[in-house]
């Protein structure tokens, strides 16, 4: 019973320090912007903007919910609900200093919640009843489903060096080597295939303004667009860690390990503040054309090396 005790203790406070670290990460991604686009991000509440996440935060979700009247009334409310549920569940998978929640096939249960996200996405475009909300849906759908494809052989390349499924696996079997080092081609790649696995630019287009008018969650304000921001970001330090903890094996030195991932957090930023936005039919020749032969071939020359080592 302690120990049930325990480990849902354990798992409420990193809840609570991955909504804390949202707040900064948001804070930190429009003060960039600020300076990249020579303007002057949040400076006003508290201490240099300080408490300008929070004060935002308290104005969402105090604002009055309203519901769009052609809109599928549960589908509607919960979509926004579900994708921040499944994210919540996919921080379960990312081992931690105390070791509360040691799971054998945690990549695996990351991949079937990355999947799953997919229905939360497309709930809440389909159900607002909005033409750009649902081609946004539409859009995020295939643009999941298509670079989920590279993103899984990709990591399957690695499990076949370092031969395990487990997250904490990573860091034990790299004995000091970076993999990033070693595999700086699949760190690119893995980097550019996260971007796009969060709907983040260059490849935003469930969210694209010039063309959506902000997409599948254009129906939503206060609570419901609250939580699918929070979703959004919460997922952006996910993939920011799991970078450092596969490629970099930082885990054993914590302080190390947290400089790192707000290094990784730092380049969704940077490339926000940089890259413009690719054209659709872009974005899915890219996923198709280049990213799935060459995830073919390196999980085929991954595999041929790890062969040849056991032999």
């Known amino acids: 019973m302690i120990s049930y005790v325990f480990l849902m203790t354990s798992y409420l406070i990193m809840v609570i320090g991955v909504l804390i670290c949202v707040a900064f990460i948001v804070l930190l991604e429009r ?3 600020g300076y990249i686009q020579i303007r002057k991000g949040p400076n006003k509440v508290g201490v240099m903007g300080i408490l300008q996440p929070f004060s935002d935060a308290i104005k969402l979700f105090s604002k009055e919910q309203f519901l769009v009247s052609l809109s599928s009334l549960y589908m509607y409310y919960w979509a926004p609900a579900l994708t921040f549920f499944i994210i919540l569940t996919m921080w379960a998978t990312m081992p931690t200093g105390s070791n509360y929640i040691s799971l054998e096939l945690g990549s695996v249960l990351f991949f079937c919640c990355s999947s799953f996200s997919v229905y939360g996405l497309l709930g809440s475009g389909w159900s ?26 990709f990591f399957l390349a690695m499990v076949c060096m370092l031969s395990g499924l487990d997250f904490f696996n990573y860091t ?12 700086l081609p699949l760190l690119m790649i893995w980097l550019s295939l996260s971007m796009a696995e969060t709907n983040r630019t260059p490849f935003d287009f469930a969210e694209g303004e010039s063309e959506l008018v902000s997409g599948f969650n254009i129906e939503y304000g206060s609570g419901g ?8 970001y919460a997922s952006i330090i996910f993939m920011s860690y799991l970078i450092v903890l596969v490629f970099m094996g930082a885990m054993e030195n914590a302080m190390l390990f947290n400089l790192l991932g707000v290094e990784m957090c730092f380049m969704f930023v940077w490339v926000r503040g940089t890259m413009p936005r690719l054209r659709y039919d872009k974005l899915m020749e890219v996923a198709w054309k280049s990213y799935l032969p060459l995830s073919l071939c390196y999980f085929l020359l991954m595999y041929g090396v790890k062969v040849m080592v056991n032999v």
Do not use: D, P
Request: without cysteine; proline residues 0%.
């Open 31 to 33: 003060k960039l912007l």
């Open 128 to 153: 607002s009843n909005s033409s750009y909300a649902m081609l946004g849906a539409m859009r995020g759908v295939a643009q999941t489903i298509s670079y989920e494809v590279s993103f899984m052989l």
């Open 172 to 183: 034990k079997n790299q004995f000091g080597l970076l993999s990033g080092l070693t595999m």
């Open 225 to 232: 667009f609250a939580l699918i921001f929070l979703a959004e």
